[in-house]
């Protein structure tokens, strides 16, 4: 069986973007397999009782220079949305709906770079169709299915489901039952791959 690292994820975490460009390194290095956990983040820190730390304004701003601080290290590009935060649930329900479709990295990838690289409101219905249709998705296809019952369900599972394996952020990681939360813990992540058997 290969080694398997789970990365639980929403598009609005800055954070979890900044995983999402250093993930395919450590796969590379350990021989791990990701495995990608789409989840609605609004809805974990509701019901595990946390907050985004945006909505604090001294670690708010903290949090931001710390992630551009990062980004610098990591030399990946990363530009402060100007419409963070935004409400992800149609992201997330098209996550959904691409994981189906086999297309989730593709989405992950145009999704993620609208945010933290474009610094696109991606609260606007139009402006994610633009970008849809940029990267080559059917924007009213996809539209259409994130209103399917069986996506919005799956997501609501999937994000009960992590939030009972102990999932309180994003991102979060799984090596095994081991569990790591933040970006800036991938070193741990790494290290656990390369122990797996």
């Known amino acids: 069986m290969a080694r398997t690292v789970e990365f639980y994820f929403d598009y609005g975490s800055p954070a979890s973007y900044l995983a999402f460009r250093r993930l ?19 809805a974990v820190l509701k019901q595990v009782g946390n907050i985004a730390p945006a909505t604090v304004p001294a670690k708010g701003r903290w949090m931001m220079q710390d992630l551009a601080r990062w980004a610098k290290r990591l030399e990946v590009p ?5 419409f963070f935060p935004i409400v992800t649930l149609p992201l997330m329900r098209g996550a959904i709906a691409m994981r189906r479709l086999g297309r989730l990295a593709e989405y992950s990838e145009a999704m993620f770079t609208a945010l933290w690289v474009d610094g696109r409101n991606m609260g606007d219905p139009a402006v994610v169709g633009q970008v849809l249709e940029a990267a080559g998705f059917d924007g009213p296809g996809l539209i259409a299915a994130i209103a399917d019952p069986a996506v919005k369900d799956a997501l609501k599972s999937d994000t009960d489901a992590a939030i009972a394996r102990g999932v309180f952020g994003a991102p979060t990681f799984f090596v095994g039952d081991e569990q790591h939360f933040g970006q800036d813990r991938l070193d741990f992540v790494e290290e656990a791959l390369a122990r797996a058997p």
Not at 27 to 40: C, E, M, N, Q, S
Not at 78 to 82: F, K, R, T, V
């Open 24 to 42: 395919p390194g450590i796969a590379a290095r350990t021989g791990a397999i990701v495995i990608d956990r789409p989840i609605l983040l609004g």
């Open 78 to 82: 990363l530009c402060i949305n100007p």
